[in-house]
Nanobody, 120 residues
Framework: QVQLVESGGGLVQPGGSLRLSCVASGSIFSINTEAWYRQAPGKQRELVAR???????TYDDSVKGRFTISRDNAKNTVYLQMNSLNPEDTAVYYC??????????????WGRGTQVTVSS
């Protein structure tokens, strides 16, 4: 059994910052690519940022220069530092990870999401 649990969401004013965290737990052999997605009301879920096991990162154009994805392999944790937030960043943010189970099976897992609201 593998679980992803996000934290760090909340209400922030435009121009503010938040840091999201996602901890993976369970019968994990290794964590491969990790990513943050978001889904705003009435919109499809979209990729925000991705980081490989080697540390290579990619970002959606809408967050480049404002968001930073990072990971702490020792803690099985991936972070999303979000700066210069604007109302268009309001969404539920989901953590996703491709994880190799101790059985050596590989699957993609999702967290339940954390709400980020940017409003004055």
């Amino acid at each position: 059994q593998v679980q992803l649990v996000e934290s760090g969401g909340g209400l922030v004013q435009p121009g503010g910052s938040l840091r999201l965290s996602c901890v993976a737990s369970g019968s994990i052999f290794s964590i491969n690519t990790e990513a943050w997605y978001r889904q705003a009301p009435g919109k499809q879920r979209e990729l925000v940022a991705r980081i490989t096991s080697g540390g290579t990162t990619t970002y959606d154009d809408s967050v480049k220069g404002r968001f930073t994805i990072s990971r702490d392999n020792a803690k099985n944790t991936v972070y999303l530092q979000m700066n210069s937030l604007n109302p268009e960043d309001t969404a539920v943010y989901y953590c996703s990870a491709t994880i190799t189970h101790i059985s050596r099976s590989v699957a993609n897992y999702w967290g339940r999401g954390t709400q980020v609201t940017v409003s004055s």
